[in-house]
């Protein structure tokens, strides 16, 4: 009878056992925007249909619920909001859920991950207008990088043709991070540039807007049918080269400094026509296009048809028997040339004389249509005997016309002649340090080369041979290294001087003359911002020298006079006392060491 209450017993305590059996929920999870809302499903274990109810333990930090309300039997939703703060990037919280005749369950955990925005560029402005510049020149505008997302953005700038971005094109920026661009506007082409500077990886930005505009770096004019006038826009020299032409004679190519406004001119050419004072009708029929280009930029000048070509007349004014002259006497000579054609005609004349005095160079004359112009010299012979003075003057290709001039040389004493092609010799009395033959006739006395202004030197030895080398160097934004020449030019005493006359106030300065001495010279050229000219064969002392420019056809551009100083040479034992010296200690070592070790 026991056994049956016993069992009694235990099926009722097994019975309430399970009548108190806890309900079982699930954890959850979620993904929201930052600042937005998500929807969460609560989920639970089903209990046989019996419906299950939802309550909150613990709230999230970083947001709101909303009421909850059921779903199903075992389900309820609750809306979710983000309260918009960057961090952290997790938020949670707790809920328990019970079963009709069951327990509580224990809590569950809904975690909640926070999705920052994506990283977007912004610029300020958000265009950039360089307007008009010319080609070459470059021209720079700041833009602002601001990252308005919520992650980091890293990448670089892809920017259209004819902008750069010459402090670097990357960027690296956090959320609400900003940075300074400098844009770069550098056009080679003379055209509109127009485009959007856009990021890689694509940052969902809208497009930085550049603009610019590539102008001509000169601009030309017409003058007349066969005269045009070039300008240079530009800060620094322009280089102008002329091609094409059918039937004319082309300038050649054309050096503007900055600034500068020249007139060109277009010569009739004689070649394809045939000769006599009257002229010939050139086989040319329709207009002449000439090609003009500064090397980026390209403009084409329409020239008329040449239809006769009327060389220039050349007529001598001074007569052409000059008599007697003294040696070192100067006698002018003058001639008119007259330009008979409708167009402007480019001129050349040089005075030669095997008596000496003769003009260095061709000297240039452009003449317009109908014009006429006087050319004088002053003719200094250097040699006695008898003397011919030939005046040269070419025009185009072939044609030249010359004019001849007779006269006796006498000698005299009192003069002081020139020596042969190597060194010259000059009266200098009176006379400052420039060849008197190129001082009357030269278009250029008084003009300096640019390295005179800004040129110093220096003087190199060798430590053994004590060869002297003198480096010239002055600034690169000066004239440009051509063809250069240096002489130096040293005063001799022609006779003795006596100095018992001048004890007794009978003094009688001595007469002087300069003598011209070619220098050894290299190639100048161009290193970083400096054009640099070596010198060799320099004496110690003080050196007057003379640097000419010339052109590339050979003529004489300009003439400047300088001082320098070579420091005198050090003895044989001056140079090899150091080197004596260290080899003196080096033995001395050696040997104390050598003893020691025995």
């Not at 224990?106 to 977007?120: K, L, N, W, Y």
């Not at 000496?356 to 249509?369: A, C, Q």
């Not at 220096?458 to 160097?473: A, H, M, P």
Request: charged letters at 20%.
């Amino acid at each position: 009878m026991i056994f049956p209450l016993a069992s009694a017993s235990c099926l009722a305590a097994e019975h309430k056992q399970q009548a108190i059996q806890p309900t079982f929920a699930r954890d959850a999870e979620a993904k929201v925007s930052r600042g937005g809302d998500v929807e969460i499903v609560l989920d639970a274990i089903p209990s046989y249909g019996n419906e299950i109810t939802f309550r909150i333990q613990k709230l999230p930090l970083h947001g709101v619920l909303s009421n909850l309300h059921a779903t199903s039997d075992h389900t309820a939703s609750v809306t979710y909001h983000h309260d918009g703060s960057k961090s952290p990037l997790a938020d949670e919280f707790t809920f328990r859920a019970q079963a009709k005749g069951q327990s509580v369950s224990e809590p569950s955990h809904c975690t909640i991950t926070i999705i920052p925005p994506p990283a977007s560029l912004v610029f300020n402005p958000t265009s950039l207008d360089f307007s008009e510049l010319t080609l070459s020149v470059k021209r720079q505008m700041n833009v602002t990088m601001i990252n308005r997302g919520g992650t980091m953005a890293e990448g670089r700038l892809i920017l259209p043709k004819g902008f750069s971005a010459p402090t670097g094109e990357r960027y690296h920026l956090s959320e609400g991070e900003s940075n300074t661009l400098t844009i770069e506007f550098d056009p080679m082409e003379e055209r509109e540039y127009l485009g959007n500077a856009v990021s890689l990886p694509s940052c969902g930005n809208s497009p930085l807007k550049l603009h610019g505009v590539g102008v001509s770096r000169f601009e030309i004019m017409k003058n007349s049918p066969s005269e045009w006038r070039v300008k240079n826009l530009t800060d620094t020299p322009l280089r102008i080269s002329f091609t094409r032409g059918e039937g004319w004679i082309l300038p050649r190519e054309t050096l503007l400094a900055p600034h500068e406004c020249r007139v060109v001119g277009f010569q009739q050419a004689e070649a394809d026509v045939g000769e006599g004072d009257g002229g010939v009708t050139n086989t040319f029929s329709s207009n002449s296009m000439v090609h003009l280009s500064d090397g980026l930029s390209e403009r084409e000048l329409e020239l008329p048809p040449p239809t006769r070509f009327l060389p220039a007349v050349v007529q001598a004014i001074t007569p052409t028997e000059l008599g007697s002259l003294s040696i070192g006497a100067t006698t002018r000579i003058a001639f008119t040339l007259i330009n008979r054609s409708e167009f402007t005609k480019h001129l050349t004349w040089q005075v030669v004389s095997p008596s000496g005095g003769g003009s260095d160079v061709p000297m240039s004359i452009d003449l317009k249509g109908g014009e006429s112009h006087e050319i004088s010299y002053d003719w200094k012979p250097t040699l006695p005997g008898n003397a011919t003075i030939t005046v040269i003057v070419t025009e185009g290709r072939s044609t030249r016309h010359e004019l001849i001039w007779k006269a006796t040389v006498i000698a005299a004493t009192d003069l002081v002649s020139r020596g042969g092609s190597d060194t010259n010799h000059i009266d200098s009395e009176g006379v400052p340090p420039v060849t008197e033959q190129s001082q009357p006739s030269s278009p250029l006395n008084g003009k300096a080369i640019p390295p005179v202004n800004g040129c110093g030197y220096e003087v190199t030895r060798s430590r053994f041979c004590g060869d002297d080398t003198v480096l010239l160097k002055w600034p690169a934004e000066a004239q440009g290294p051509s063809r250069l020449k240096v002489e130096e030019q040293q005063v001799v005493f022609v006779g003795p001087l006596n100095l018992n006359k001048a004890e007794q106030g009978n003094f009688q300065p001595p007469k002087t003359k300069i003598e011209v001495i070619p220098i050894d010279s290299s190639a100048a050229k161009q290193e970083g911002d400096h054009f640099l000219l070596k010198l060799k064969g320099l004496s110690p002392g003080w050196h007057h020298l003379v640097l000419s420019q010339f052109s590339k056809e050979g003529s004489l551009e300009a003439q400047s006079q300088f001082q320098i100083r070579v420091p005198a040479k050090r003895s044989l034992w001056q140079r090899v006392k150091i080197p004596f010296g260290i080899f003196g200690i080096t033995f001395l070592l050696f040997y104390l060491r050598k003893i020691r070790k025995g």
